[in-house]
């Protein structure tokens, strides 16, 4: 049996704080009839179905989302800055000249590089400088903190919060 669009409104209610007298009420459900005949609509089994089938699919938009987080999370934690600029010849007639750190166009940077981005401001050229572009990206320390607890990599001491060891050659022998 079908349910009524009065049912199925207190049943998206449920959700809310999964209090079905609360939903029936909400659902524009007089109170005595919630809370004398609520319990008689909550066991039907069409009722139980549904709410089944509402709570699937939040825990799968639930998941979703949550990996679309990580996603994001993992775009700003790997960005690179050569992901945005690219080193260019200063001149194409001498070989042995400089290179220079050019800007690549925005426009084509795929979205993955692009989410990293938190702000690019421009500055107009001037008799006495060229033009200026500086682009800012996310805090990727924070997105690889948060990403490391995502997946437990961080020790966990009682004694004293959270231990991450790692180890960096600066070059020179130092570490």
């Not at 009839?33 to 639930?62: C, D, H, P, W």
């Not at 290179?99 to 702000?119: G, Q």
């Not at 572009?133 to 990599?153: M, S, T």
Request: some cysteine; glycine content about 6%; hydrophobic content about 40%.
């Amino acid at each position: 049996m079908a349910l009524s669009t009065k049912l199925e409104l207190a049943c998206r209610e449920y959700l809310i704080d999964l209090n079905w007298s609360k939903a029936m009420q909400r659902a524009g459900y007089k109170q005595s009839t919630a809370e004398n005949n609520g319990s008689k609509y909550f066991e039907r089994t069409e009722i139980q179905t549904f709410i089944n089938e509402l709570m699937g699919a939040r825990v799968e938009r639930l998941e979703r989302d949550g990996d679309d987080v990580v996603k994001e999370l993992g775009h700003i934690a790997y960005s690179n800055l050569m992901d945005v600029y690219e080193y260019k010849q200063a001149s194409e007639e001498d070989p042995y000249a400089a290179k220079e750190l050019v800007l690549k166009d925005l426009e084509k940077l795929p979205r993955s590089v692009m989410a990293a981005i938190k702000d690019v401001k421009i500055t107009a050229a001037t008799a006495l400088s060229p033009c200026k572009v500086e682009v800012k990206f996310y805090n990727r320390l924070q997105a690889l903190e948060l990403l490391g607890r995502h997946h437990n990599i961080f020790e966990k001491d009682a004694n004293s919060g959270i231990e991450f060891h790692m180890s960096m050659d600066l070059g020179g022998g130092v570490t």
